[in-house]
């Protein structure tokens, strides 16, 4: 049987994980909802420091990192803007 404390150290370190990635994902969604390309927000000491590489990659898979590249990717079609010069 699982020590308690154990258990409960345990919780609390998932509770505080899910929240420092949610975080990380508010940062990334305003960073790219206000021009930032994808990769520098992911780049960011701020997103680097937080997370580990698998982490990272549930941060990309969520709908509202979708969302918001999906935005950007619009909003460059709109503009005829896609980042590269004539």
Known sequence: MPDLAASIRAFLKELATDELEERVIEYVVREVGNGRKLEEALNDPYVRNR????????????????????????????????????
């Open 51 to 86: 997370l580990s590489p698998e982490k990272l990659r549930h941060v990309l898979e969520t709908p509202e990192v979708i969302a918001a590249v999906e935005g950007s990717i619009k909003t460059a079609f709109e503009r005829k803007d896609f980042g590269f010069s004539n």
